[in-house]
């Protein structure tokens, strides 16, 4: 099955402890991108990128960091994570390599909560 | 700025009845336009997107939407309702700017809450 996978799906943390939500793609995809969700602001971009080692800060980078070393998978890493970091986080990937013309597939979701 | 407008916070629509949901963007260059479900609990699932040609696109789930160049719209639209069409909507419009990379960010409106009433 097509599908993105994101891990872990609930996450409660500390401020400051480092934590990484992963996120894969079974769809040989080249674009893949994070996006946060809050209420009243819709989702917003955090990174995306086109390619292994290829990534672009979105809208809303600080406070945030990801990889691609392997095409499958584009982990988002929060180094200190802090209070405003709460978010339901959403992982996404497209067929479309620029990313601009194909629909995004996205991951079932991770809920955070930084205490 | 460029951005996407969703007006409405919610829209409540009675069963049977047609439905529209409001979106409009403000970008510069030709604007490429998507629609976007949530339902409860779950990811962004697509429904449809306008590239280029015919104003009027259809989409999954008997979703249209049409693309009005002038009035930098692009409604989402339903004729006939089901409670089962109950979700959180997002239209979205890329490109925005073109990264060093070659690549296109998206931006999504803040999203309409559609409830159907039986």
């Known amino acids: 099955e097509a599908q993105v996978t994101q891990n872990p799906r609930y996450l409660i943390t500390v401020t400051g402890k480092k934590l990484t939500v992963t996120c894969s793609q079974n769809m040989n995809h080249e674009y893949m991108s994070w996006y946060r969700q809050d209420p009243g602001l819709g989702l917003r971009q955090i990174y995306y990128?086109?390619?292994?080692?290829?990534?672009d800060k979105g809208d809303v980078p600080e406070g945030y960091k990801v990889s691609r070393k392997e095409k499958r998978n584009f982990p988002l890493i929060l180094e200190s994570p802090s209070p405003n970091q709460t978010s339901l986080y959403f992982c996404?990937?497209?067929?479309?390599?620029?990313?601009?013309?194909?629909?995004?597939?996205f991951g079932p979701g991770t809920r955070l909560t930084v205490t | 700025a460029q951005s996407v407008a969703q007006p409405e916070d919610q829209v409540n629509v009675a069963e049977g009845n047609p439905l529209t949901v409001k979106c409009t963007y403000s970008v510069s260059g030709n604007p490429y336009l998507f629609w976007y479900v949530q339902y409860p609990n779950r990811g962004l699932q697509f429904l449809l997107k306008?590239?280029?040609?015919?104003?009027l696109v259809k989409g999954s789930y008997g979703f249209e939407a049409e693309f009005n160049k002038s009035q930098t719209s692009f409604h989402l639209k339903k004729p006939s309702a089901l409670v089962s069409d109950s979700a959180l909507y997002f239209c979205?419009?890329?490109?925005?700017?073109?990264?060093?990379?070659?690549?296109?960010?998206?931006?999504f409106g803040t999203g309409t809450r559609l409830k159907v009433l039986a």
């Open positions: 306008y590239i280029t040609g015919d104003n």
């Open positions: 979205a419009v890329s490109p925005l700017s073109i990264s060093t990379s070659g690549t296109y960010k998206y931006i």
């Open positions: 996404a990937s497209s067929g479309e390599t620029s990313g601009r013309t194909g629909e995004q597939y």
């Open positions: 990128s086109m390619n292994v080692e290829v990534t």
